[in-house]
């Protein structure tokens, strides 16, 4: 009995803390093995001491979230062939793995090794238009890493406008992809949280944030598990109907063209005409015995 509360306390909490995205996921077809890794909560000791080693001021939804659970991570395959593909991928960091993106120099590092604070040539980034201004490499923000998404980018919690020796407290969630472009996704984590789990974890979800989308076996998922979200993604990144995708009609890519008429050969012309001259001799031989 007690083994049974457990379990129920235990499905109470995962599904409060996933939205109830679980239930969701096991009811769809060919998704199996859905697991959500159970982890402790964060104590406040170590959220203080996180905030004083980097110098900056947890937002209050992030903070929140630690204190109930040290991170998450909820995956889920699908079933093709009888084997299992790993496919959706929902993780959040835990307050030990939520690093700087950009570490500090070695000792032993070549005095003029590149790093990423060289891509920072721009003295002066602002914003333009309505386009909010980028992360910095340098020291200018603070970077930490909330999610490697699988190799396909971060999912980062930067603080820009950043003094050396000042707290830094406004935060915002920004994706950096594998070309080293910024891309904001939300000003806070209760949002960027709700895009996740919308989202399902698919692969390179968070690149429909960005101008070039995800990649088409991405796309090819997202329409199979996610269409409803998939197609008003399709239609707010392109709302004049531009050319980011190829127009297919198929009503004429599949219909046949039509054949050119073969001309007659001379010969064919010539038996036929042969062939009247015949018919033409034999009545009047008819007509001329009757006679």
Known sequence: MEETKENLTFKGVVERLTLGITRILENMPGVVDVRFVEREPADKRSLLSWEQKNTCILPEDLRDFYLTTDGSTLTWSVKLDNECVPLGSMAINSVARLCPLLQPVSLFSLPNAPSLADLDWEEDNTESGSAPAAPHFDSRSRIFEMDSCGGNGKVCLVYKNCTPGVVAQQSEIWFLDRSLCWHLMTSTFTSYYRLMITHLGLPEWQYAFT?????????QWASLYQPLTFTNELNFADPAGDSHLNKL?????????????VPKKKQSTQCSLGSTAKS??????HSGGRR
Request: aromatic share 8%.
């Open 211 to 219: 101008p070039y989308g995800p990649s088409p076996q991405a796309k």
């Open 249 to 261: 009609d198929p009503t004429k890519a599949f219909k046949g063209k039509a054949k050119a008429p």
């Open 280 to 285: 033409q001799g034999s009545t009047v031989r």
